[in-house]
């Protein structure tokens, strides 16, 4: 996961996935899979930073629960999460 302020007060993410992983659908797959975990977590995510997740290796067979922790692990380390009111 790549972070940088934006200045623009909202939030932008973008999803690698390159050929390493496998072929068309495999890729899109994971990008699905990454998509909906930041859904999940963009709530708890304050505005102004554009966020670059990357899929790795370990992402191809990986389920959705499995990938919304390592997305929520990897935006914690990153102190982006905070608490919702």
Known sequence: ???????LGTTR???VTGKRLGNAVTRNRSRRLMREAVRRVS???PGGFDVVVIAGRRS???GYQEICRSV???AGRA???RETH
């Open 72 to 74: 929520e692990e990897l």
């Open 1 to 7: 996961m790549i972070i940088r302020p934006n200045h």
């Open 60 to 62: 191809v067979g990986a």
């Open 13 to 15: 993410f973008g999803f």
């Open 79 to 81: 102190g982006l999460l």
């Open 43 to 45: 709530d708890c995510i």
